[in-house]
């Protein structure tokens, strides 16, 4: 059976090559788990407790993803990432409901754009990282400030 190409390309098309955003994102990934390790280490030493240390775990990751999108995205972070879901129809699908692959194909507006890179700064590698992260905040607090038995 051969599938016949679109003979139009349809504007929600990703301009990148996959390859290449999949080494960004394996970058990405290194630099945040060594960097939040480093702070959980400094949020031990500094006897980070509760709330504050979480904080400060929020804050690690927020200015970690402003700088790589400010420093390795160059400010554009639509050029090297996917910040968005790119949508998944298929021929059937839109054959069925044409309205939805309709709405989906439509480019975000400016709103969803902002929302989907305010989005990314907030929540990219907070879960996959939050684990080392404590890891390193215990570690170096039971060590700096632990109490001894004599």
């Keep these: 059976m051969v599938v016949q190409a679109r003979s139009e ?3 929600w098309v990703q301009q990148f090559n996959a390859e290449n955003v999949g080494f960004n994102l394996a970058q990405a990934h290194s630099f945040r788990s060594l960097t939040l390790s480093i702070a959980g280490s400094i949020a031990g030493v500094l ?3 509760n709330l504050a ?7 690690s990751v927020v200015f970690l993803n402003m700088v790589l999108l400010l420093v390795n995205a ?20 839109e054959r069925l409901v ?3 692959a309709a709405q989906l194909r439509t480019p ?8 989907q890179l305010g989005l990314w700064v907030l929540l990219q590698g907070a879960q996959e990282n ?10 170096w607090y039971a060590i ?5 038995r004599d």
């Design 9 to 11: 390309p349809t504007p």
């Design 47 to 49: 006897g980070l407790q």
């Design 53 to 59: 240390g979480f904080g400060f775990f929020v804050l």
């Design 74 to 93: 160059k400010g554009r972070p639509y050029a090297y990432f996917v910040l968005g879901s790119a949508p998944m129809t298929t021929d059937a699908s």
């Design 98 to 100: 044409p309205a939805k």
């Design 108 to 115: 975000a507006t400016p709103a969803q754009r902002a929302r």
């Design 130 to 139: 939050i684990l080392s992260f404590l890891l390193w905040w215990t570690f």
């Design 144 to 148: 700096v400030h632990g109490t001894s």
